[in-house]
């Protein structure tokens, strides 16, 4: 089963806008990963935080890890046409090397 | 070099054709991975391996056989498939130290099982 849910499914916006995805996950971790991938390609690594976090940023990125709802958020700032892809959370599964993806939200960002 | 190479980018096969897709990697990282990827789907672990030994099969149809021939190389042999097989499949590594921390994808096959 899938370790995290993310909401929502698919978001449209304008370039310049902000976009928020969610996701929410089930057992602890002690990290949580945001990926993003383009149409029929491989995932690309955006950005790691600890559980021992609350927030943290990278360039127009920004995460929020909440451990006592055990959800996270990815904030892309100042959107553009080729932040469109779609966006998995991660989590790593007890016990080994199993990095379990969330469901994804899709984005589109009209130019 | 931060890279991980797939080949071939797309595969076409019959159900009774014998392929295999091949993943290298160059950045000494010790843990490699098949991902099977679905359209609208999130990536599903497939196989795990880790110091060129298998980890984790996450009960995998005997029709997929992942081989490791060395450090740098990764294989996935495919026989005997079923359409619903059809996939993108995605090869990853990372290195011992940040195992659950940070992956690196290939661009991945687009399989189709005809």
């Known amino acids: 089963s899938q370790q995290g849910e993310e909401d929502p499914q698919a978001l449209s916006i304008q370039e310049g806008e902000n976009a928020t995805m969610n996701c929410s996950y089930k057992t602890s971790i002690n990290n949580l990963q945001w990926y993003r991938q383009n149409s029929g390609r491989g995932l690309v690594h955006l950005i790691l935080?600890?559980?021992?976090?609350r927030e943290k940023h990278s360039g127009r990125l920004r995460v929020t890890l909440d451990t006592s709802k055990k959800s996270s958020s990815l904030l892309i700032t100042a959107s553009r046409a080729a932040d469109t892809a779609s966006y998995f959370c991660?989590?790593?599964?007890?016990?080994?090397?199993?990095?379990?993806f969330g469901a994804g939200t899709r984005l589109f960002v009209k130019a | 070099d931060t890279e991980v190479t797939q080949t071939p980018k797309h595969l076409v096969m019959g159900m009774t054709n014998k392929k295999s897709l091949k993943c290298e990697q160059h950045?000494?990282?010790?843990?490699m991975y098949w991902y099977k990827q679905k359209a609208k789907k999130p990536p599903e672990l497939m196989f795990v391996?880790?110091?060129?030994?298998?980890?984790i099969n996450e009960s995998v149809p005997s029709r997929f056989s992942p081989e490791c021939p060395n450090s740098s190389l990764l294989n996935l042999h495919l026989h005997a498939l079923q359409p619903e097989d059809s996939a993108l499949y995605l090869c990853?590594?990372?290195?011992?130290?940040?195992?659950?921390?940070?992956?690196?994808f290939g661009s991945g096959t687009q399989l189709s099982v005809l």
């Open positions: 990853a590594s990372s290195t011992p130290s940040r195992i659950n921390e940070k992956l690196f």
């Open positions: 950045m000494g990282h010790r843990a």
């Open positions: 391996y880790s110091y060129e030994k298998l980890s």
């Open positions: 935080i600890r559980s021992n976090e």
């Open positions: 991660a989590t790593p599964a007890a016990g080994g090397f199993k990095t379990i």
